[in-house]
């Protein structure tokens, strides 16, 4: 069936088939993903028959040899063979890096062959030459593992979705689905697109997206996403973006687009090479010809020792170990629905030693709820709900939302005032029925002139409860002295783990939690003492935040800022790594952080840093182990003690050790 033929499905959409949903293999599928693939899957297969065919050359080459009745002439016919099949896609490189005077690693390798065939040592040249190629290889087969890992997740999206048109379900690929269109998801089967459920519940696999292990219910109006698997019920969905355009396919892209941005660690062994590669050749060089030269030496053996230089100087597990790391890294924090936007980020939420937070939606659910009214002046409180609402109608902040939900709730009508104005940080005012009203936090009845001693204690009151206050009253103008008409008390609950995620962030090191927010310092107080935050910041306008982040770090460097991504922008982007939760589906907070956790899971932070730290880890383990192994033959080189089979061993075995433990990092995580 063509991508482009519509098939009738069944008539009831949301009948269970028996049959499980079957996907496309990566090779039965074109678009974007054919043409460049295809052709590395081929030339990679090309160098793995090259390899087994120089290997078996190698291997028969080192059983004849070894009988010693053989000439010479079929050893090093054998051995010829052998480089040419295991060498010929490293020629070209070190053809290019002679050329342009910079001696890569593919040249050192042709060179030291070259040497070990002029002096006969024709097993060994052939030994280095096939070795060298499986330690590319490995390089290659690694670094195509870690970013096939989160390209995988596209694998799990449906190719096609059963579609409603003209009042019957027709399957047809998923591209062609418009917006607005309505899909059918049967039980067991993957969500092809983002949407919108308008029929049905079911619990909702979103591991792909938010990392979570357990279903998550969902029901009418509430949002799914592409490639997240449909539980036992069956659901209608209306879709809200294109196939290119969903949540899985962004954080694909994005990460992606991370894994070829280069970490400071990467760049700094990426200039190392770039000059400890030139170095090492011309010490090699110096090897070979000094102690002939001048101090009597055979040319044969300082040739001999030479090209063992050559070979214990690529810095093939060096250059690999970083790259690897970074990618496995970045997939992990993926597969855990964490998207980290770059190797930078990942090693500077490896370092951090100091995290910044704000209350709402953070600590908080971020769904408060109005808890109490009190009267101050002759007003009823449906007269101080009426007026609340009338203003916050324009607000999309939790606590207007709460202020205005509650007011629907008891019935109370209320118009939309005129002439809104925000006060950031602060509340709003604006004009009901011919009068000047505000809502307002603490700070604004201050800022005002209407905060008397009364006004005063009911705040402190509601506030030493950790609850916010929302005042209402008339604004002060030229013919009106302004004055507060009542308090509302609004209460949002502490999120579950709140307490033991901050628990877990200082056990994975981070040495101060901070709490930023626009509500009073008695509310902010009580919420981080509760919740075990090291110190609280309260009363804090949008900018003061900024001043806070750069404050903290000031005196601790590396730190980080949570927050929503919209709103705290300016103190995520003034830390050292902005922090965005629970942006599944929030393209602008995607997009803005650096690093974004796709569930409202404050736990994930504490994991993303023990992540990131051992990604740090092992990177640094990798970088030693490469450097010191290096070290270590270059010493028995010099004193005689190393020959080209214990240099080629030892190198594809570096490699190989660096290229198996970052890989760990792919380990799926324990739940």
């Not at 010929?88 to 062959?113: C, E, G, H, Q």
């Not at 998923?174 to 039980?187: I, M």
């Not at 104005?421 to 505000?438: E, K, L, P, T, V």
């Not at 927010?517 to 008695?522: C, H």
Request: charged share 20%.
């Amino acid at each position: 069936m063509s991508s482009n033929s519509k098939t009738p499905i069944d008539s009831d959409p949301h009948e269970h088939k028996d049959a499980p949903h079957k996907h496309e293999s990566a090779g039965e599928r074109g678009g974007h993903e054919g043409g460049h693939e295809g052709h590395e899957h081929g030339a990679s297969r090309a160098e793995s028959i090259s390899l087994i065919v120089s290997g078996v050359l190698v291997g028969a080459g080192v059983i004849l040899h070894s009988t010693e009745k053989l000439p010479v002439s079929v050893t090093a016919g054998l051995s010829i063979a052998a480089m040419v099949s295991g060498g010929w896609f490293l020629l070209p490189k070190a053809w290019r890096a002679m050329l342009r005077f910079r001696p890569d690693i593919n040249l050192l390798v042709v060179i030291a062959a070259i040497g070990a065939s002029i002096i006969g040592e024709w097993i060994e040249a052939a030994a280095v030459v096939f070795l060298f190629g499986v330690a590319e290889w490995l390089e290659g087969w690694a670094d195509r593992r870690a970013r096939r890992a989160v390209e995988a997740l596209l694998e799990i999206a449906p190719k096609t979705a059963a579609v409603r048109r003209d009042g019957r379900f027709v399957e047809v690929a998923v591209e062609e689905v418009k917006v607005d269109e309505v899909v059918a998801v049967k039980s067991g089967m993957s969500i092809p697109l983002d949407g919108e459920i308008v029929e049905g519940e079911s619990a909702v696999n979103q591991a792909p997206i938010t990392g979570e292990s357990v279903p998550v219910d969902k029901k009418k109006g509430d949002s799914v996403f592409a490639g997240t698997v449909n539980g036992e019920g069956s659901l209608e969905v209306r879709v809200t973006k294109p196939a290119g355009d969903t949540t899985l396919a962004r954080i694909i892209r994005l990460v992606k687009e991370a894994q070829e941005q280069k970490a400071p660690t990467q760049r700094f062994v990426d200039i190392f090479a770039r000059y400890y590669t030139p170095t090492v050749t011309g010490i090699a060089l110096l090897i070979f010809l000094v102690p002939p030269l001048f101090m009597g030496g055979d040319w044969s053996q300082w040739l001999y020792r030479a090209c063992v230089m050559l070979i214990i100087a690529c810095p093939c597990a060096l250059v690999i170990s970083t790259p690897v790391s970074i990618v496995a890294g970045l997939t992990a924090m993926a597969r855990r629905g964490v998207l980290v936007k770059g190797g930078a980020h990942l090693e500077s939420i490896a370092k951090l030693n100091a995290l910044a937070l704000d209350k709402t939606g953070t600590i908080t659910e971020g769904r408060p709820t109005v808890q109490g009214v009190e009267i101050v002046g002759q007003s009823s409180e449906s007269e101080i709900l009426r007026i609340a609402a009338a203003i916050d109608a324009h607000s999309a902040h939790p606590l207007a939302k709460a202020v205005v939900e509650h007011t629907q709730k008891r019935g109370i009508e209320f118009p939309r005032a005129q002439d809104y104005q925000n006060r950031s940080g602060r509340g709003a005012q604006g004009i009901i029925d011919g009068h000047a009203y505000f809502v307002g936090n603490h700070r604004f009845t201050h800022e005002l002139g209407v905060c008397s001693e009364d006004i005063e204690r009911r705040l402190a009151a509601i506030e030493s409860r950790g609850q916010s206050v929302v005042v209402v009253g008339h604004r002060p103008h030229d013919d009106c002295a302004g004055g507060v008409l009542g308090i509302l008390a609004v209460g949002d609950t502490l999120r579950e783990n709140a307490a033991q995620a901050i628990r877990e962030l200082h056990e994975s090191g981070v040495r101060k939690v901070v709490m930023l927010s626009g509500d009073n310092q008695r509310t902010a107080s009580f919420i981080a003492k509760q919740v075990g935050i090291d110190e609280a910041r309260g009363d804090l306008l949008p900018e003061e935040k900024v001043t806070a982040v750069k404050s903290l770090r000031a005196e601790h460097e590396i730190v980080g800022m949570v927050g929503d991504g919209v709103n705290d922008a300016p103190a995520m982007a003034t830390a050292t790594v902005g922090i965005a939760m629970g942006v599944a589906g929030t393209d602008a907070a995607i997009e803005t952080a650096d690093i974004a956790l796709m569930k409202d899971d404050l736990a994930k932070i504490a994991e993303t840093v023990r992540l990131g730290r051992r990604t740090l880890a092992i990177i640094r383990f990798n970088i030693t182990f490469s450097l010191g192994l290096k070290a270590l033959f270059l010493a028995l080189t010099l004193l005689g003690f190393a020959s080209l089979w214990l240099a080629i061993m030892a190198d594809t075995g570096a490699t190989l050790l660096v290229v198996a433990n970052a890989l760990r990092l792919l380990r799926e995580p324990k739940v």
